[in-house]
């Protein structure tokens, strides 16, 4: 039983759209920020967007801000991220976690290692 998996990546041409989903099995879903990080072979990770608990923070990484949207749905325990007008090097794994929720600053909740939930992520590849 996994506690977070993702799912709808896939092969989509430049300029096109993705929704990646993320089911949780956490009980602590609801009280937790919710992250979204892509990492490229040989590439370390990358923080791409993050969640508040209640849904009413969001922040995004530089690289993808105004084509990424997140959201979540505590009722069903599940997270979105969707994508618009992919490029190139959005091409990655994306991965969903979940961190405690210790207030809401930039320097906690854009670094991996305070992230204590994983899925094993979801391929997306952009073709050019």
């Known amino acids: 039983q996994v506690q977070l998996a993702e799912s709808g990546g896939g092969l989509v041409q430049a300029g096109g759209s993705l929704r990646l989903s993320c089911a949780a099995s956490?009980?602590?879903?609801?009280?937790?920020?919710m992250g979204w990080f892509r990492q490229a072979p040989g590439k370390e990770r990358e923080f791409v967007a993050a969640?508040?608990?209640?849904?009413?923070?969001?922040y995004y990484g530089d690289t993808v801000k105004g084509r990424f949207t997140i959201s979540r749905d505590n009722a069903k325990n599940t997270g979105s991220l969707q994508i618009n007008s992919l490029k190139p090097e959005d091409t990655a794994v994306y991965y969903c976690?979940?961190?405690?929720?210790?207030?809401?600053?930039?320097?906690?909740?854009?670094?991996?290692?305070?992230?204590?939930?994983w899925g094993q992520g979801t391929q997306v590849t952009v073709s050019s």
């Open positions: 969640i508040n608990w209640s849904g009413g923070s969001v």
């Open positions: 976690a979940l961190a405690p929720s210790r207030g809401w600053l930039r320097a906690y909740f854009t670094e991996g290692s305070n992230y204590n939930y």
């Open positions: 956490v009980r602590t879903f609801s009280s937790s920020i």
